[in-house]
């Protein structure tokens, strides 16, 4: 049986004053120990955000890293910079990050590569345009995404790997997949983990939905057996995650 995992994204809001004050206001909120709940902040907000976690069941996660260990690459946040704080999560390949920073397939590829060789789990993300749904490409597109991502993955670190399946059209719209739509797909992806390694590997792995989860529609989404969390972003920022992270309840 597989726990399900609360992820937010934070996205670029919140600076850390207000990180520690909103993380103080939901903690008595996301308080249900049968759901991983994951804050993924703002790396400036990483440090002040796990102390105001202490003594909860909120780990905190970065929303980015880089794939090299040290060196000359201005601006970015190199693994063991997170590790050494305490780290254990890192979103990579979100869709802003390949639509406005240029991530590609590969890179996602060299940082999720780099994410394990640390020890941190990575939520890795795919999904497809809205185009691309109306073209019929849908499943296509993110058996790629999907089979590039886990180059070199061995079968003991993908069962460890979260994935998050967003679709581009329904990321801060309020257009919510369908809980039928977003099933479709998350299936699709652990068949994919399968032809990949074993079904073994497929039943461990966890897949998130994301793109306007919220409390309304979180727990219908959350009953699909290939649902196994969720990745919410505009929600995560207002008392109502503390109803998604309950769904249950
Ligand atoms: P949203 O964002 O919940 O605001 O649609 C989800 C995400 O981008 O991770």
Same mark, same amino acid.
């Given at each position: 049986?597989?726990?399900?995992?609360?992820?937010?994204?934070?996205?670029?809001?919140?600076?850390?004053?207000?990180?520690?004050?909103?993380?103080?206001?939901?903690?008595?909120?996301?308080?249900?120990?049968?759901?991983?709940?994951?804050?993924?902040?703002?790396?400036?907000?990483?440090?002040?955000?796990?102390?105001?976690?202490?003594?909860?069941?909120?780990?905190?996660?970065?929303?980015?890293?880089?794939?090299?260990?040290?060196?000359?690459?201005?601006?970015?946040?190199?693994?063991?910079?997170?590790?050494?704080?305490?780290?254990?999560?890192?979103?990579?390949?979100?869709?802003?990050?390949?639509?406005?920073?240029?991530?590609?397939?590969?890179?996602?590829?060299?940082? /999720?590569?780099? #994410?394990?060789?640390?020890? &941190?789990?990575? $939520?890795?993300?795919?999904?497809?345009?809205?185009?691309? =749904?109306? +073209?019929?490409?849908?499943?296509?597109?993110?058996?790629?995404?999907?089979?590039?991502?886990?180059?070199?993955?061995?079968?003991?670190?993908?069962?460890?790997?979260?994935?998050?399946?967003?679709?581009?059209?329904?990321?801060?719209?309020?257009?919510?997949?369908?809980?039928?739509?977003?099933?479709? /797909?998350?299936? #699709?992806?652990?068949?994919? &983990?399968?032809? $990949?390694?074993?079904?073994?590997?497929?039943?461990?792995? =966890?897949? +998130?939905?994301?793109?306007?989860?919220?409390?309304?529609?979180?727990?219908?989404?959350?009953?699909?057996?290939?649902?196994?969390?969720?990745?919410?972003?505009?929600?995560?920022?207002?008392?109502?995650?503390?109803?998604?992270?309950?769904?249950?309840?």
């Amino acid at each position: 049986m597989r726990k399900k995992i609360i992820a937010g994204n934070w996205k670029m809001n919140k600076t850390p004053s207000e990180a520690v004050a909103l993380i103080n206001e939901l903690k008595p909120l996301v308080a249900n120990e049968e759901v991983d709940v994951v804050f993924c902040v703002p790396a400036i907000s990483i440090v002040p955000a796990m102390e105001a976690a202490k003594g909860s069941n909120i780990n905190i996660g970065a929303e980015n890293m880089y794939f090299e260990e040290s060196g000359a690459y201005t601006g970015e946040i190199a693994p063991n910079m997170l590790t050494d704080v305490g780290v254990k999560y890192v979103i990579i390949g979100h869709s802003e990050r390949r639509d406005y920073f240029a991530e590609t397939d590969e890179t996602v590829n060299k940082k /999720v590569l780099k #994410a394990f060789e640390h020890g &941190i789990t990575p $939520i890795i993300c795919c999904g497809e345009s809205l185009t691309q =749904r109306q +073209q019929g490409v849908t499943i296509d597109f993110i058996r790629q995404q999907i089979k590039i991502a886990f180059l070199n993955v061995t079968a003991e670190q993908a069962a460890t790997a979260v994935i998050a399946y967003e679709p581009i059209w329904a990321i801060g719209t309020g257009m919510t997949a369908t809980s039928d739509q977003a099933e479709e /797909v998350c299936a #699709a992806i652990r068949a994919c &983990i399968a032809e $990949i390694y074993d079904d073994a590997t497929a039943a461990a792995i =966890r897949i +998130q939905y994301g793109g306007s989860m919220n409390a309304g529609n979180a727990a219908e989404l959350l009953a699909k057996p290939d649902i196994d969390g969720g990745l919410v972003g505009g929600a995560s920022l207002k008392p109502d995650f503390g109803k998604i992270v309950n769904y249950n309840k």
